[in-house]
Nanobody, 121 residues
Framework: QVQFVESGGDLVQYGGSLRLSCSPS????????MAWYRQAPGKQRELVAT???????NYVDSVKGRFTISRDNAKNTMYLQMNSLKPEDTAVYYC???????????????WGQGTQVTVSS
């Protein structure tokens, strides 16, 4: 089962920016649709953004206009650019390969350690 390594998390102030990176431990990123998830303390893991192999993106409403998901197949890496960060964005962020259906999606890989993003007010 494919596994991914996330990096780039940090402690930032309200309104700051971060760029998260995601790389696979085995198979290339280019063959999968990919997604970023996050899990805040005491909450369930939630889907943040997805990107298809063709580059079509989708976002949860709470991050639209602030976050940008992208992929660089040549570098075998996926990114999440996060701008205008808010305290409610504080969470551990995870990436994974997904299969996207019309009304749902399924996770294809195993979960990595994630990367911690903390936004101070």
């Amino acid at each position: 089962q494919v596994q991914f390594v996330e990096s780039g998390g940090d402690l930032v102030q309200y309104g700051g920016s971060l760029r998260l990176s995601c790389s696979p431990s085995g198979s290339g990123v280019s063959i999968y649709s990919m997604a970023w998830y996050r899990q805040a303390p005491g909450k369930q893991r939630e889907l943040v953004a997805t990107i298809t192999t063709g580059g079509v993106t989708n976002y949860v409403d709470s991050v639209k206009g602030r976050f940008t998901i992208s992929r660089d197949n040549a570098k075998n890496t996926m990114y999440l650019q996060m701008n205008s960060l808010k305290p409610e964005d504080t969470a551990v962020y995870y990436c994974n390969a997904v299969r996207i259906y019309s009304a749902s999606l399924s996770v294809l890989g195993s979960w990595g350690q994630g990367t911690q993003v903390t936004v101070s007010s």
